[in-house]
């Protein structure tokens, strides 16, 4: 079993910048593909963007640009960079771990999942 738990979420203005972190406990995460995910109120959980064990990764067009994420394996954590922040990008942040190399876009290939943390940029 892995326990996620993401911090780093909170209130900021358009232009911003904050930086998520994932903190993985229970079994290391060095094989895992992380990816990140959003949803926001009365939509799907969306992809934004994932790190293969490799560090090869992948980006949601929304994100390009403007999103980093990274992983450090001897901290057993992801990150997400968020910046220059956008109204639309509010919502709740998800971490997720696949067991296998490839990230997958669909939220319905990951095993593990942290409770969110909830993103909120005021224009």
């Known amino acids: 079993q892995v326990q996620l738990v993401e911090s780093g979420g909170g209130l900021v203005q358009a232009g911003d910048s904050l930086r998520l972190s994932c903190v993985a406990s229970?079994?290391?995460?060095?094989?895992?593909?992380m990816t990140w995910f959003l949803q926001a109120p009365g939509k799907e959980r969306d992809f934004v963007a994932g790190?293969?064990?490799?560090?090869?990764?992948a980006y949601a067009d929304s994100a390009k640009g403007r999103f980093t994420v990274s992983r450090d394996n001897a901290k057993n954590t992801v990150s997400l960079q968020l910046n220059a922040l956008k109204p639309e990008d509010s919502a709740v942040y998800y971490c997720a771990a696949r067991a296998g190399t490839s990230v997958s876009y669909s939220p319905s290939s990951y095993d593990y999942w942290g409770q969110g943390t909830q993103v909120t940029v005021s224009s």
């Open positions: 229970g079994r290391t995460i060095s094989s895992y593909a």
């Open positions: 790190i293969m064990w490799t560090g090869r990764t």
